[in-house]
């Protein structure tokens, strides 16, 4: 879709090296939510390590998703200081 739209997408494969604590919470202010909406629910990372667990702070959730990077909800498209998750792909023309 981005291709279609003339934007040249940088793919970072995130599996193989995961963002930093830094970069996701730059991440997170640009999508503008919180650790926990930034979580896929449904790995089975999440039920072991129980972080279903509300008294968990947006630090180590984050740094759940840094030990455990499928647990990063994607694809997160960038440009400049705003993000989206790219979940409808329809959210990613509210950046082009």
């Known amino acids: 879709m981005l291709k279609k739209h003339h934007a040249e997408p940088e793919v970072i494969l995130y599996l193989e090296q995961p963002p930093s604590l830094t970069q ?3 991440l997170l202010k640009k999508l503008g939510l ?8 449904k790995e089975a990372e999440y039920k072991e390590l129980k972080l279903d667990n ?4 947006d630090t180590q959730l984050l740094e759940a998703m840094i030990a455990h990077p499928k647990l990063i ?4 498209v960038v ?4 993000a989206v998750l ?3 792909p329809e959210n990613v023309l509210d950046l082009i």
């Open 24 to 26: 996701l919470r730059q």
């Open 34 to 41: 919180k650790a926990r909406d930034l979580l896929r629910t």
């Open 54 to 57: 509300l008294k968990l702070s």
């Open 73 to 76: 909800e994607r694809p997160i």
């Open 79 to 82: 440009s400049g200081d705003q």
């Open 86 to 88: 790219g979940r409808p």
